[in-house]
């Protein structure tokens, strides 16, 4: 079956401070990789989506700057956080998918705490 | 604004009964995709559709063919492993991105 490994799980950092997380799709091709942060509220906030030989594309209020993604095969991408601030707190999850016709597959998300 | 409303935002269900969640869409989208979040945050799918109805077990998903604009969730003889968080996403037409509603908090009680 189609998976996604994410990790880390959990990370602290310090204020100011950069974290990388990383997803791994296994048992399918990842065309498409979608990164989400889940605020405490519950509320999704789509950051990018990025499909394998096309620009990644930000969402408004997100940025290439602070949330670099890099996806350069299908079955890996990463997302960087770069300087963490506490409103970059949060649960971040990858979502993967193999093509426009087939659902998303998600990792178990990484938990943000910046302090 | 948001593109999926997703109601009701909370719902507490006696076990044994039936239920159902639904999303409406702002505009028509090309599919939908319903999910619990298990209390360590992870997603997990319970139906992808593109059109029509899914049945798995005693949930069942059904996805409006002709508007697609709205996709609904039917639990029957909740259990109380049922409660959780569950979650629509939707993509809009032309393999857009894919946008979640806000969550309906699910409680099944004894």
């Known amino acids: 079956g189609a998976l996604v490994y994410q990790y880390p799980r959990r990370t602290i950092c310090k204020s100011g401070t950069s974290m990388r997380m990383e997803c791994q799709a296994v048992?399918?091709?990842?065309?498409?990789v979608a990164w989400y942060r889940q605020s405490p509220q519950k509320t999704f906030e789509l950051i990018a989506l990025?499909?394998?030989?096309?620009?990644?594309?930000?969402e408004q209020n997100f940025t290439q700057e602070k949330f670099p993604i890099s996806h350069p095969n299908l079955s890996f991408s990463s997302m960087t956080v770069l300087n963490a601030y506490l409103e970059d707190r949060g649960l971040y999850l990858c979502?993967?998918?193999?093509?426009?016709?087939?659902?998303?597959?998600f990792g178990s998300g990484t938990r943000l705490l910046v302090i | 604004g948001d593109q999926v409303e997703q109601s009701p935002s909370a719902l507490s269900l006696h076990e044994g009964t039936d239920s159902a969640l639904r999303c409406n869409f702002t505009?028509?989208?090309?599919?939908v995709q319903w999910f619990r979040q298990n209390s360590r945050g992870s997603l997990i799918s319970l139906f992808y559709?593109?059109?029509?109805t899914k049945e798995n077990g005693r949930l069942k998903s059904a996805f409006d063919s002709k508007e697609r604009r709205y996709s609904t969730l039917h639990i029957r003889d909740a259990q109380l492993e049922d409660s959780g968080t569950y979650f629509c996403?939707?993509?809009?037409?032309?393999?857009?991105?894919?946008?979640f509603g806000k969550g309906t908090s699910l409680t099944v009680i004894p």
């Open positions: 990025s499909t394998v030989n096309s620009a990644i594309k930000y």
């Open positions: 505009t028509t989208m090309r599919s």
């Open positions: 996403a939707a993509e809009g037409a032309g393999y857009q991105n894919f946008y």
């Open positions: 559709l593109a059109s029509g």
């Open positions: 979502g993967a998918r193999a093509g426009g016709n087939s659902d998303y597959t």
């Open positions: 048992g399918f091709q990842a065309t498409s």
